[in-house]
């Protein structure tokens, strides 16, 4: 009796003294006419939709924010790639320097003297930077598969949450259809005196019961459907988001989550690189002219130099850099070896989940046709008189589990096939 709480007092009376309520109660649940705009248009647009799994995660990766943070990786590695074409390790400078002793010794002394500071690269620095900004490149491109790869199973997963709430409403519509026409066949029987008042009530009962259920049902799939337009922007399913299992067995490195996770690897082995390259600064190349007059009034004396400037490693000022790029490099070690064993766990999982609906359908599909042929003979002695209401409902309800579970599993299995090339990797 706890379900007829979902209703108004005024029909729990009118169940509880028998009169029958009227249709229209049951009929105006309250559902938002934005809900009801949202089922049609999904349900019903979902039949004529040309859309294809494929094109439904390409609109709902366009709408994907994360999407921006690829496209300013994209231009640091155009910098880095940039950088390490140019000609000097750095920003060349310009220097420049007046001597004179006025306020001095006062003999006339003057030099100018103006030049340039090149950096240089040192020994396999170039190489060093421009293999850091090829590695830097393809993090871009793998991170940007990745994060496909993965929106592709949250589609996938909302797509089939839809599909198994859409079953558990039409089957949950169905029952409460067929109790609303067992309740007039039983009430009929009241009127002719073939059952008693209380088979009435029951049915009444049941009715209420189901309508619940349905009211439940009706809700999930409208959760359902909201969270695949939020996700992908659409108003209608893809027109077959059904699946061909992967002929693919073994995880290996095409895997777009490892292969992002091995290009983040490279990329800390290459910045390691160039940290022990960097140990010291620059050799810096100095170009200049020097103009000087040793005694007021005599010929300026001018003259061109050039010089060089090479800076020391010492451990204790290279270290801390160098110890930096090494944690870095270990990090992206440890995250390829967790990702690994995560995605062979979940290979595993969606492979024995695939196996273990398959064999759960077949035996379901036994069960709900021994359940069928029951129903069929319990309808029977019920409308002989040979069978009571009670026993007919119990093996009513039976048979809707039975026909329930084989409806769903059939779902859980296109679910799971699904669920297996998003862990081997298959992006659609």
Not at 39 to 44: D, N, R, V, W, Y
Not at 326 to 337: E, G, I, P, R, V
Not at 414 to 422: G, I, S
């Amino acid at each position: 009796m706890e379900n007829l709480s979902i209703l108004p007092a005024t029909i729990l009376m009118l169940v509880l003294t028998g009169i029958q309520a009227p249709a229209f109660a049951l009929e105006n649940h309250g559902l938002h006419t934005e809900d009801k705009d949202l089922m049609e248009s999904l349900l019903s647009g979902d039949q004529q939709s040309q859309l294809s799994l494929s094109e439904t995660i390409e609109k709902a990766y366009q709408r994907l924010p994360q999407r921006k943070v690829f496209d300013s990786l994209d231009v640091e590695s155009d910098a880095l790639a940039l950088q390490s074409k140019s000609l000097f390790a750095g920003n060349p400078a310009l220097s420049a320097s007046y001597q004179t002793d006025q306020g001095a010794t006062q003999g006339g002394l003057e030099e100018w003297e103006a030049g340039i500071e090149v950096p240089l690269w040192r020994l396999g620095q170039k190489s060093a930077r421009q293999s850091f900004a090829e590695a830097s490149n393809v993090t871009a491109i793998t991170g940007r598969k990745a994060l496909r790869h993965k929106l592709a199973g949250q589609v996938r997963e909302t797509i089939w949450d839809v599909h198994h709430a859409r079953i558990s409403f039409a089957q949950a519509k169905k029952e409460w259809e067929t109790n609303q026409a067992l309740e007039q066949d039983v009430k009929r029987r009241v009127q002719l005196g073939e059952s008693a008042k209380t088979d009435l009530m029951l049915a009444k009962d049941q009715t209420l019961s189901k309508y619940d259920i349905f009211l439940n049902a009706e809700a999930e799939l409208v959760h359902a459907l909201k969270r695949y337009q939020s996700l992908t922007g659409l108003k209608n399913l893809p027109a077959n988001p059904e699946e061909k299992q992967s002929e693919i067995t073994i995880l290996d490195n095409t895997h777009p989550v490892l292969a992002e996770r091995l290009a983040e690897l490279n990329q800390s082995q290459s910045n390691v690189r160039v940290a022990r390259k960097e140990k010291a600064e620059s050799p810096q190349l100095l170009l200049g002219a020097r103009q000087e007059r040793d005694v007021r009034g005599s010929d300026p004396v001018n003259s061109f130099g050039i010089s060089i400037r090479i800076p020391f490693s010492i451990d204790s000022q290279s270290a801390p850099k160098t110890a930096a790029a090494q944690l870095t490099l270990s990090k992206a070690q440890s995250q390829l070896d967790v990702t690994r064993r995560e995605l062979q766990m979940s290979l595993h999982e969606a492979d024995h989940e695939l196996q273990t609906t398959r064999k759960r359908l077949a035996l379901v599909t036994k069960q709900a046709k021994l359940a069928n042929e029951r129903l069929r003979l319990a309808k029977l002695a019920f409308s002989l008189g040979e069978s009571s209401l009670v026993n007919l409902l119990r093996v009513q309800s039976n048979a809707f589990n039975a026909e329930r579970n084989k409806q769903q599993l059939k779902v859980s299995i296109k679910r799971a096939t699904a669920r297996y090339n998003q862990a081997i990797g298959v992006t659609p």
